[in-house]
């Protein structure tokens, strides 16, 4: 176990559907990431969080809506999915130093959601 | 813009031998390098950080190098064992920037 948990671990979902992953990280750490993983591709960072303010947004699409109500949590909210947003999606979190060099060290992933929509 | 590419898809190798698996970067200098291991249907999972001004690192059966004038990494698995095969991910990573990653090698081990 790596300190962070992901629900649902599978998630079969229409296009029309509202569904939310939620990740939990018992680590005390000030930063979380979503990443999508797709096959034969590089992971993609979509969202990060530092000390609960959104800080990225890698030109994700507005169906793709992230919330972290604290430092422990990430929610990702899914709306009106494409097939192609079928992936495995990633949550992270890291320990960082704010200020200076913002350095960031290891991050611990989550078991990932394995998302399909039909 | 920023990129990390690992030369191999797939690599397969006797049990008992080293395994080499390389990490280029382009366009930039990193300030650290990072590998992971990948088991299917899992997340990542950190093995080591190795550091712009290292030449290498090592963890029991694990070596990473980083050469700077090359720009690249190169990842030893020494006395390999099937328990081995998986994907291993190179990551970069520059202050105040988010963490690239490469698409991964898949790694097996054939006893």
């Known amino acids: 176990e790596t300190g962070v948990t992901q629900t649902p671990r599978h998630l079969v979902m229409g296009m029309t559907n509202k569904k939310s992953l939620k990740c939990e990280q018992h680590l005390g750490h000030n930063a979380m990431y979503w990443y999508k993983q797709s096959a034969k591709k590089p992971l993609e960072l979509m969202f990060v969080y530092n000390f609960k303010e959104q800080t990225e947004n890698n030109s994700v699409p507005s169906r793709f809506s992230p919330e972290c109500p604290n430092s422990s949590h990430l929610f990702l909210h899914l709306h009106t999915l494409q097939p192609e947003d079928s992936a495995l999606y990633l949550c992270?979190?890291?320990?960082?130093?704010?200020?200076?060099?913002?350095?960031?060290?290891?991050?611990?992933f989550g078991p990932g959601t394995r998302l399909t929509v039909l | 813009s920023q990129k990390i590419e690992q030369n191999s898809e797939a690599l397969n190798i006797q049990e008992g031998k080293t395994a080499t698996l390389t990490c280029n970067y382009t366009n930039y200098s990193p300030a650290y390098l990072q590998w992971y291991r990948q088991d299917p249907g899992r997340g990542p999972v950190f093995l080591l950080l190795i550091r712009e001004n290292e030449k290498e690192k090592r963890k029991e059966r694990l070596k990473v190098t980083f050469d700077t004038t090359l720009k690249q990494s190169l990842f030893h698995i020494t006395a390999s064992q099937p328990a081995d095969s998986a994907t291993y991910l190179c990551?970069?990573?520059?202050?105040?920037?988010?963490?690239?990653f490469g698409p991964g090698t898949r790694l097996s081990v054939l006893p």
């Open positions: 990551a970069s990573y520059n202050y105040g920037q988010n963490f690239v």
């Open positions: 992270a979190s890291s320990q960082d130093e704010v200020g200076g060099s913002h350095r960031r060290e290891e991050q611990f």
